[in-house]
């Protein structure tokens, strides 16, 4: 009888533990369908970068990034200490949204930028998904605004 009872709890036990790999293992994009990001040109010395996003999350969803500027000039890639953190959420039914983010320093050097970015979501309690998304496919313009 006792034997029963453990066999049943490791069984439960091992289902759980499927169940919790299987939904570590799906992709972020079920989660959150980002059809596109558009990043907007800024101007030299400002710290805010806008952003236009069309997502569908399958539902409300809290998120957490870590955000690096990163400086190119041609084949010249240079990281800067220009970074952001931030927590948010990603709105059921949002759609299209534009959204300013703030950033740790200003950019003070024209040319063409871009961002390495590392974002995860919490679907789930106790699930984490993460992506990462390179600075190549992330890039905008800074620009003399004064001129």
Known sequence: MIYDYIYKGSVTAIVLMGVIVGIHSIPFSWFVDIKSINYLDTC???????????????????????????YIDGSLIRETSIDRVANFGYEVDSGFATFDT????TIDKPGTYGIN???????????????????????????????
């Open 102 to 105: 703030r950033w740790s320093g």
């Open 117 to 147: 970015s590392w974002v995860e979501i919490y679907p789930i309690p106790g699930v984490t998904i993460k992506k990462f998304t390179s600075y190549k496919d992330a890039r905008f313009n800074v620009v003399n605004c004064d001129v």
């Open 44 to 70: 030299v010395g400002s710290d805010i970068i806008t952003i236009e996003s069309e997502r569908y999350p399958r539902w409300n969803i809290k998120a957490h990034a870590y955000e690096q500027l990163i």
